[in-house]
Structures are given as C-alpha cells and as structure tokens.
C-alpha cells in the first residue's frame, strides 16, 4: 500500500510520542549520566525522523492537490469488535488528526501498563482488549484523514 496522509500522520504522532517520551527521561538523568549522550543521541535521531515526515507531508499534499497521487487506499476491513467509536461525524481534518494523536498516545500507555510485570493476567487480558478496540480507532481515524482530504480536494476541482 502507498502512503497515505493518514498513514503519514499516524507516523508523524508516533515519532513525537517516542521524541517526547526520550526527552522525559534525558531530563530526570543527571548531566553527567553516560546514558544521557546516548538518549540525546536517540532523541536527535527521531528528530531528523521528524523533520522528514513532515517534509513528506508537505510533499503529499502539494501532489494531492495537484492530482498527481492517490490520496485514499480503499481497505478490506475485518474487525469484529462493534465497541469502537465511531468517526463517521467527524467532517474537519483536524478533529481527525487529533483522534488519531490521541488514540495513539492511549495506545502507548496501554501498552507500557500491559508490560508491568504485576499485572494479573486478567487485567493483561482486558488490556488487550482495549488496545485492538484502541488501535481498531486508530486506524478508522487513518481512514477519516484521507477521507476528509479526498472530499476536501474533489470539491476544489
């Protein structure tokens, strides 16, 4: 599947979650921490990711309003799962834009408490459930991204 401005920024959230999350523990380490240069090091790696994606961004966009890519990749969807929220009303780009930031910050706080060790395996197992119900989200807020933007450039022609 080529990239869409949904997939794009369902990058670009990920890439600030791990840029902030690095950057939280750089400050609680001392300065003279050796890992700290290694973190420092890791963080201006993900920036450089960054700045990329967003270059990239800009770069699809230019062509899709150009008409010179496709902007939405019909998908084969097979969830199960009817306790999702739903993103039909949302009409503007940038309510889709920020459910997809927040379902996937949820999704990186569900997955660091399924990671806790003295997590009883019931509560692993609920968690779980939450995290395909959350990333199900995610990915219908992908789809709503490029929806909007198609609709969005088919009214400008």
């Given at each position: 599947m080529a990239?869409?401005?949904g997939s794009l920024i369902d990058k670009l959230s990920i890439k600030n979650l791990?840029?902030?999350h690095i950057d939280e523990v750089i400050q609680a380490k001392d300065a003279s921490d050796p890992q700290r240069a290694k973190l420092?090091?890791?963080r201006d790696l993900v920036d450089n990711q960054r700045k990329e994606l967003l270059g990239e961004i800009d770069a699809f966009l230019e062509a899709?309003?150009?008409g010179e890519?496709?902007?939405r990749d019909e998908k084969v969807k097979l969830y199960k799962n009817l306790n999702v929220a739903s993103s039909v009303g949302l009409s503007k780009l940038g309510d889709a834009v920020s459910g997809l930031a927040m379902s996937n910050i949820k999704l990186w706080h569900l997955e660091d408490e399924v990671r806790r060790e003295d997590l009883p395996d019931a509560e692993i197992v609920k968690t779980k459930r939450t995290?395909?119900?959350t990333n199900?989200?995610?990915n219908n807020f992908m789809d709503k991204v490029d929806e909007i933007l198609e609709q969005t450039?088919?009214?400008?022609?």
């Open positions: 990239e869409t401005l791990r840029y902030w420092q090091a890791k899709a309003l150009a890519v496709k902007i995290i395909d119900t199900q989200e995610r450039v088919n009214q400008t022609k």
